[in-house]
């Protein structure tokens, strides 16, 4: 089930993933705490497509990130700061009458009762994108383009676009779309959350998890998700600590991924020792497409999809330095028993250790 690389009639494309949407600059909490009680914070960059962009560049992808921000410092930061992962900054655009978006967060968990997050970015730069102001040539010169539906929910115009790229289009470039329901986001309080159904059935590569599903379209299990999403070519189920599962046909039209027909494929997680959660699923979607790119059967694509979460949950931000290809092709290459043992702690990444020697229970 090697198959081919997404992307194989756009040989001649410069770039292998274009990221689209918003990135915000974040602020992390200096302690534990309410963010009443916080004393100070230290300034990082977050944003889900950005994130992908730059794992994937941090992996070696030629990746780009196309997106809104405002003509001030912090769109200076953000700009400058991806742009030094070595993602291609080349199309964003800037907003002389918007700001840049901006977040403080807690540090606990945002599964957690305690998790507070305050976003600052309602009128932001990047909520004023729409199809009439975003450079379609520069998306679309891509092996992959990446969405979000975090993008769909910041304006009707956000909704427009995500409605455009999502829709048929010849000669466009595989469409990977990522669920991430953020019901806080929503105008009416999430219900509107029943769009993102529509926007990832236009997609050809979907990521969606379990409980996400459950909570934005009241849909429960796998094979409940993928008998609702029938057009993707791949439709990703991340079930927590679970795993993950991957439903791969052909879809409506010739476009695919490599994968063969009706194939289901499930993966167990890895057992980490967590430092923070938050961007791990950006890092799933990052090394899941890093492995697509690069042709690798799909039990290792969703393999270095949790090597890759597995460096974020490990770090207190949104962004950390993979481990090295080589590394992690020899974790994705272990026999599941080995696979089943592992445990991974703060550092695994730069250790670039034999997997024998990778911390076990």
Not at 85 to 102: K, L, N
């Amino acid at each position: 089930m090697s198959g081919p690389a997404p992307g194989t009639a756009r040989a001649a494309a410069t770039t292998d993933v274009v990221c689209l949407g918003e990135s915000m600059v974040t602020f992390l909490p200096s302690q534990p705490g309410r963010l009443a009680d916080v004393p100070s914070f230290e300034r990082g960059i977050g944003g889900a497509e950005s994130n992908v962009a730059c794992a994937l560049a941090a992996a070696g992808h030629r990746a780009a990130w196309v997106g809104r921000v405002g003509a001030d410092g912090f769109g200076d930061h953000l700009v400058e700061t991806i742009a030094g992962y070595g993602v291609d900054t080349s199309a964003v655009r800037r907003d002389p009458g918007r700001p840049t978006g901006i977040y403080f967060r807690t540090a606990a968990d945002r599964g957690a009762g305690a998790h507070e997050v305050a976003y600052y970015r309602a009128g932001s730069a990047a909520s004023a994108m729409s199809p009439d102001n975003v450079p379609y040539d520069a998306l679309f010169a891509g092996r992959v383009l990446h969405l979000s539906g975090i993008t769909a929910a910041l304006s009707a115009d956000c909704l427009a676009l995500l409605r455009d790229l999502t829709a048929p289009r010849a000669g466009r470039p595989l469409v990977s779309f990522d669920v991430n329901h953020r019901p806080r986001l929503w105008r009416n309080g999430g219900a509107d959350a029943s769009v993102l159904l529509d926007l990832a059935r236009g997609a050809d590569l979907v990521f969606v998890g379990e409980d996400e599903a459950e909570e934005a379209w009241g849909i429960a299990g796998a094979e409940a998700i993928r008998a609702a999403l029938p057009e993707p070519s791949v439709v990703v189920v991340k079930r927590g600590s679970a795993g993950a599962t991957v439903f791969s046909g052909p879809g409506p039209g010739p476009r695919s991924v490599g994968f063969g027909l009706d194939a289901v494929t499930v993966v167990p997680a890895l057992r980490v020792d967590v430092v923070a959660a938050v961007g791990a699923g950006d890092a799933f979607a990052a090394g899941f497409l890093s492995a697509t790119l690069r042709g690798l059967p799909v039990r290792d694509r969703v393999r270095h999809g949790h090597l890759m979460a597995a460096a974020v949950l490990t770090v207190p931000g949104d962004l950390t330095d993979p481990p090295s290809r080589a590394h992690a092709d020899r974790l994705a290459a272990l026999d599941a028993s080995t696979w089943g043992r592992l445990r991974l702690g703060p550092g695994w990444t730069a250790a670039d250790r034999a997997p024998e020697e990778v911390r076990t229970p």
